[in-house]
């Protein structure tokens, strides 16, 4: 690392955790920092250290002053995060900290600000910490663009990712590299072919996609010792279905006892709640055990943090808020409760044992239904054999390059060539068409509207010069309230108190925003590890009371929220048809393999298995794709849509991360299958369910929030007192309407497709079983049928129709009143 | 509780101080026998006042959406009298932020009948240029239209202005729809315009202005539902 510091090479370091990454990164500023001549100017930034978690930013902060005071250097090492106070941050602004540490977030703001060039013109290094983490993301793309904005300011800069074990390292580098083509090597990009704008100075034109990650070495760090994992089966036996491993609570809790501190990672905040719970009713030898999780306050969070740091906790149930972030050299255990779902994550939280590279990490997975079985089975071999899952490249997204320009037209004035250059030198937007930009910037500046309205409020506006500019002050400083990528659903605070008296009390925790909407006041639930009383929601504040005697009324945990990985369910696909795979698992789901062999089919595993089969006053159609709950919930919408238009009138679905279950009142024994399952479902019946879909709904507002169409919040709404809602949906409906090619449309239609529907992984399952659907016509339920039978009934209808029913039930409510 | 049937365009009629009275699924209330409709919060050119005061440029259409509903609702119904109960300009320069077409389709709807602005408080001098009779307040079939409910029990009015709002639950999910709220005796009208919010029924705001306890007629997306109060819930 000292080497290609000096080189001044861009490198991506990866390297399992416990290898000191951290300081291989800071290593060579350090030396260099050591050694600069003294100078009579004051100098300005040196390197700056960017990680996705301001805890973790803090943390580095103390772990550098160690050896800058052991070694006697005259370093500075700030962090600032949007937790820094105001004081210190225009302090930093005047006196330059050597090294910054700080969020990609806090990045962003600082390419809106006047100052930015300047500030940032002596730079020579930025360390990107948790790169795996960060790039294939929006805050990927916001970093990318804040980097490339960095590069011009301080041309010599070197780019320094770490990471963790990633399946394709290219991938990576590709999102750290810069553009910036050795001589002769650059290429316009094709995508500008038809409208090439003025050709930007030689040795701007940014490289292809294909060439980039050459400008960024790559570094392996030592692996370590390989991992013990070990699958747990309670008593030799695992239930049918479920998703909270009730079942084996009591040998979770005696491996608790017997390690010296364990990570217990679940996959929702439901869970986590609920093993907590039933850990604690376990709990004779009374072991510090904590919970940490997203809805807990910011406060509670930090205090197990730090009970943890000093070594005073057992066992810390938690869900991915604890995937990554700061080392503790204690945790000699990670359980895992259900399964995993992928192997990269489950390497991650196992990565979080033993922080030393000579000793086994241990971790132990505790499958919570038949499927999972084989599932954590496929996952421990995975790990064992060093295979990680694919993510797929990565595209920038444009709401996000809508902010950037607009935070780059606070900062400076710029030409619409030079920018459109610098942004193409940012890894994911490297394709990006002089259209797509073109478009863009429109939008920043008019909102990108057919109908004309706006001209005469631009937000930005091109001057005389040719310069495009920021309005005036009131239009940055309204940006610079809105910089970032991380929307988060509304929150609700819990707080203590009684209906009536809506006043002082102390918060427990942040629920999201629908979790109130199904509680009458009285009702008991589990939350931050208790059972409380919903008393009354005022505002945004809902008010309880504790209720410890009670029992909670309301255990409505759901399944995992990632989906199943491809790689994994490849592999339980493969072992569940290799019947010699079958002597690794227990004896029932050994005798379930073999009744379901023997009652229905057990696939190839390039085929999909389908069965059909009557139960009481319903016919079931069941089909297994392995594909996950995403895709799973898509092709069962559209399937329903298609069986409807047969006339065979589907009554209900439910699908989860391994079948998909659809009933209705006539028998489905008869359809042509293939016709059925045809590709073609991708195109008309998508777009049109799409577009009536909450999910297009909720995608919108994300894409609406991160270009600045809306706002977090309109000054003057909130002044009249009343709450009084304007939502977006309303703004959607509207667009959608009038203008459905428009730019946000577009934002939200591709990531609806990408992350809410999962469609790319639908198309290739499609694709992969086109002619092999295997066809089991039963008489009754086969054994696979089982779990996802037992799930019926657990989910919410969505969509309008749904809505209307319960105007329609409340009505009949009131006519029978009326009656009465 | 005040009687309801369900008329045969999925319309609610009601009765108010002994008036007949269609609630329409658009959110529009019609008056029969004296052919007037009557529409509270249009709110035109909301959309652009957001660009005029903060740069925000939210889409532009909200007036079109209106305009559209509305003149489905007159080619439907074939009004004598068109009453706009105020609040029919989101802010005092709307009108001249309107769209030429715009401009020329609401001037179309003048044609052939009477055009009633009641002014609110967004519009308190209605229209410059737009053709209508601009009033304070005003009667028909024994009812007094006016934008602002006035407080306390007001027998025989009918207003907009509080944009209402009704939230149903049942079992683990629920919806929230614009809505008419009545207890026979007056009416408050949801608020028409696209891109108009609501505001939830059970708020204070709405407290003390019925006699008996009232229902609401929630907007569905063909007829309109009669929500009894104990089916209400809070957002």
Request: aromatic share 6%; proline share 6%.
């Amino acid at each position: 690392m000292i080497e290609k510091g000096r080189q001044g090479r861009n490198v991506l370091l990866i390297a399992p955790t416990g290898g000191g990454k951290t300081l291989a990164g800071f290593l060579p500023s350090l030396i260099e920092l050591a050694q600069r001549p003294p100078r009579n100017t004051p100098a300005g930034v040196h390197t700056l250290y960017i990680s996705p978690l301001k805890a973790l930013a803090v943390d580095i902060e103390r772990n550098l002053a160690t050896p800058i005071r052991e070694m006697g250097l005259k370093i500075v090492a700030e962090s600032r995060t949007g937790d820094t106070g105001e004081a210190r941050k225009a302090r930093q602004r005047l006196r330059p900290p050597d090294i910054l540490l700080t969020t990609p977030e806090q990045l962003a703001l600082f390419c809106a600000w006047e100052g930015a060039r300047e500030y940032f013109a002596d730079l020579s290094c930025v360390i990107i910490d948790e790169a795996h983490a960060m790039w294939p993301s929006k805050r990927g793309d916001l970093l990318a663009l804040g980097l490339a904005r960095l590069q011009l300011f301080a041309p010599r800069l070197r780019r320094v990712g770490l990471s963790a074990t990633v399946d394709d390292p290219d991938l990576v580098r590709r999102w750290l590299g810069c553009g910036d083509p050795p001589p002769g090597d650059g290429g316009q990009s094709s995508a500008a072919s038809k409208h090439t704008p003025p050709s930007g100075p030689a040795g701007h034109l940014p490289l292809q996609g294909e060439d980039r990650s050459s400008n960024v070495d790559l570094v392996l760090g030592v692996g370590g010792a390989r991992p013990i994992v070990e699958v747990l089966v309670s008593g030799g036996k695992v239930p049918w279905a479920g998703h909270t491993a009730e079942h084996a609570m009591a040998e979770v809790y005696q491996l608790i006892l017997e390690a010296r501190t364990a990570l217990v990672f679940v996959n929702t905040r439901f869970q986590a709640e609920f093993a907590f719970q039933e850990l604690w009713k376990l709990n004779d030898a009374g072991l510090a055990i904590a919970l940490h999780h997203g809805s807990l306050s910011a406060e509670q969070r930090r205090k197990v943090e730090a009970a943890m740091g000093r070594g005073e906790i057992r066992a810390v149930v938690c869900t991915s808020t604890l995937d990554m972030g700061i080392d503790w050299g204690d945790v000699d255990l990670v359980i895992q409760l259900a399964a995993p779902k992928g192997a990269s994550r489950m390497v991650q939280r196992i990565g979080r044992a033993n922080h030393r590279l000579d000793e086994p990490s241990r971790a132990v997975l505790v499958p919570a239904s038949r499927f999972e079985m084989l599932e954590c089975r496929a996952a421990a071999d995975a790990i064992l054999g060093g295979y990680l899952d694919g993510e797929p490249a990565r595209t920038g997204a444009l709401d996000v390059l809508a902010q950037h320009i607009m935070g780059c037209a606070c900062s400076e004035p710029f030409a619409l060539t030079d920018l459109y250059d610098e942004v193409r030198s940012a890894g994911p937007y490297a394709d990006l068409s002089w259209e797509d930009f073109e478009t863009v910037v429109d939008f920043v500046s008019t909102g990108g509207y057919a109908l004309k309205a706006y001209d005469k409020f631009r937000r930005i506006v091109p001057g005389p010069d040719g310069l495009w500019r920021a309005r005036n002050p009131q239009t940055i400083q309204r940006h610079r309230m809105n910089v970032g990528t991380i929307v988060t659903a509304a929150t609700i605070n819990v707080r203590i108190g009684g209906g009536r008296k809506p006043v002082g009390g102390r918060k427990v925790g942040e629920a999201e925003e629908g979790f109130f909407e199904q509680m009458k006041p009285g009702d008991t639930f589990i939350f931050a590890g208790q059972v409380w009383r919903f008393n009354s929601l005022v505002g945004t504040d809902a008010f309880v009371s504790p209720a410890p005697h009670d029992d909670p009324m309301l255990p409505s945990w759901g399944g995992s929220k990632f989906p199943l990985s491809t790689y994994l369910a490849s592999r339980v696909r493969q072992m569940m048809h290799d019947e010699r795979e079958w002597a690794a698992l227990p004896a029932d789901v050994q005798e379930w393999l073999g009744y379901q062999k023997r009652r229905s089919i057990i696939p190839d595993d390039n085929e999909m298995l389908l069965e059909t089969f009557p139960r009481g006053k319903r016919f079931h159609l069941v089909c297994y794709p392995f594909d996950g709950r995403i895709a799973h919930t898509t092709l069962a919408m559209l399937l329903t849509r298609r069986l409807d238009r047969l006339g065979v009138g589907p009554l209900g679905f439910v699908a989860n991360d391994y079948a998909v279950n659809i009933w209705s009142l006539k028998p489905m024994d008869g359809l042509d299958l293939d016709a059925l399952f045809d590709e073609d479902m991708l195109g008309d019946d998508l777009e049109a369910w799409l577009e009536e879909s909450f999910l297009m709904k909720r995608a919108f507002k994300a894409c609406a929030l991160i270009a600045g169409l809306i706002e977090r919040r309109y000054p003057g709404e909130e002044k009249s007192g009343r709450q009084v809602t304007f939502s977006t949906d309303l703004i959607y409906d509207v667009l959608r309407r009038h203008q459905p090619d428009h730019l946000m449309l577009r934002c939200a239609r591709s990531d609806a497709a990408a992350g809410l529907l999962d469609v790319a992984r639908l198309g290739d399952m499609l694709a992969r079983i086109k002619g092999r659907i295997r066809h089991a016509a039963l008489d009754h339920v086969s054994p696979f049928a089982v779990p996802i039978m037992l799930e019926i009934g657990r989910e919410r209808a969505p969509g309008d129709a749904a809505g209307e029913m319960i105007l329609a039930e409340a009505e009949d409510e009131l006519i029978a009143e009326a009656m009465a | 509780m005040t009687p309801f049937s369900l008329s045969a365009c999925g319309g609610l009629r009601v009765t108010v101080a002994d008036a007949p009275l269609v609630l329409r699924a658009s959110g529009a209330l019609w008056l029969e026998a004296e052919r007037a409709l009557i529409v509270a919060d249009l709110h035109f050119e909301k959309g652009s006042s957001y660009a005029a005061r903060f740069g925000q440029m939210l889409p532009p259409y909200d007036t079109r959406e209106t305009l559209n509903r509305l003149e489905a609702e007159v080619t439907a119904l074939s009004p004598a009298r068109l009453v706009f109960l105020g609040d029919s300009f989101h802010d005092h320069q709307a009108e001249a932020r309107l769209a030429a077409e715009d401009a020329a389709r609401l001037a179309a709807l003048a044609r052939g009948r009477t055009l009633i602005w009641a002014v609110g408080n967004h519009d308190e001098d209605g229209p410059r240029d737009l053709p209508g009779d601009v009033v304070d307040e005003l009667l028909i079939a024994g009812l007094r239209l006016r934008h602002e409910p006035a407080p306390g029990p007001q027998p025989g009015e009918v207003a907009g202005h509080l944009h209402p709002a009704a939230r149903v639950s049942s079992g683990r999910a629920s919806v929230r729809r614009r809505c008419f709220v009545t207890d026979g005796s007056r009416l408050i009208l949801p608020a028409f315009g696209a891109y108009t919010g609501g505001l939830n029924i059970l708020d204070k705001a709405f407290g003390g202005m019925f006699d008996s306890t009232p229902m609401a007629g929630a907007l569905g997306s063909k007829r309109v539902h009669a929500v009894g109060w104990k089916s209400l819930r809070p957002d």
